[in-house]
């Protein structure tokens, strides 16, 4: 498997122990609020890396381009500023929000880097 696949996988897959952590917590707490932290730690964090590590899997030839690399580091760093934000904003800390907002924007260039990766051809310049 291409490094950057069990970069995002093993990645993916903290982000899951985290978010059923979370769950956990909640459903035994009987405190939902930290819902949208649970939910996007899931969802962002171990459904979609989850997903960028089996499509790089699946084409080996777009893994080896140094923008994976780029794309693997943004999208990684925009969670861990994200996520906490995410759950301190709703459990009590609502002046984490700028926080929120920057590493949300930082997900969200992760993820047209993704999209550049997807659309672009795939079968030139390994990075050397
Ligand atoms: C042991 C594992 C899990 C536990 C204990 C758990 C627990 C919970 C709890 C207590 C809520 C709040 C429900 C509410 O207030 O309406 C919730 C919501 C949610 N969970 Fe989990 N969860 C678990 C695993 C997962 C997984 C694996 C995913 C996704 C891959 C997931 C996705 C979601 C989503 C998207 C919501 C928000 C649902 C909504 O919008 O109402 N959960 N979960
Ligand atoms: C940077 C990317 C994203 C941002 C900024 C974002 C933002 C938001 C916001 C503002 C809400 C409403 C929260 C509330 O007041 O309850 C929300 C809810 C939700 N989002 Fe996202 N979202 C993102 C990515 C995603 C992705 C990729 C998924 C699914 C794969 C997703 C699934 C959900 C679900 C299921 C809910 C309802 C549960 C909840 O309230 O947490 N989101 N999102």
Redesign the pocket.
């Known amino acids: 498997m291409p490094r950057i696949s069990q970069l995002f996988i093993k990645t993916a897959t903290i982000f899951l122990l985290i978010g059923v952590g979370l769950g956990l917590q909640m459903g035994i707490a009987q405190d939902h609020s930290a ?2 932290a649970h ?2 730690t899931l ?2 964090g171990w ?2 890396s989850g997903l960028f590590g089996g499509y790089y899997a699946l084409q080996p030839a777009k893994a080896e381009r140094r923008i994976a690399m780029a794309h693997y580091v943004v999208y990684v760093l ?1 969670l861990v500023i ?1 996520l906490p934000a995410l759950y301190l904003k709703y459990t009590g800390y609502p002046q984490f929000e700028p926080l929120l907002a920057g590493g ?1 924007m930082i ?2 260039l992760g ?1 047209l880097i993704f999209a550049y990766v997807i659309f672009s051809r795939g079968d030139q310049r390994a990075s050397a």
Request: hydrophobic share 55%; no cysteine.
């Open positions: 819902m949208p939910a996007h969802l962002l459904v979609t925009g994200m949300s997900v969200g993820v």
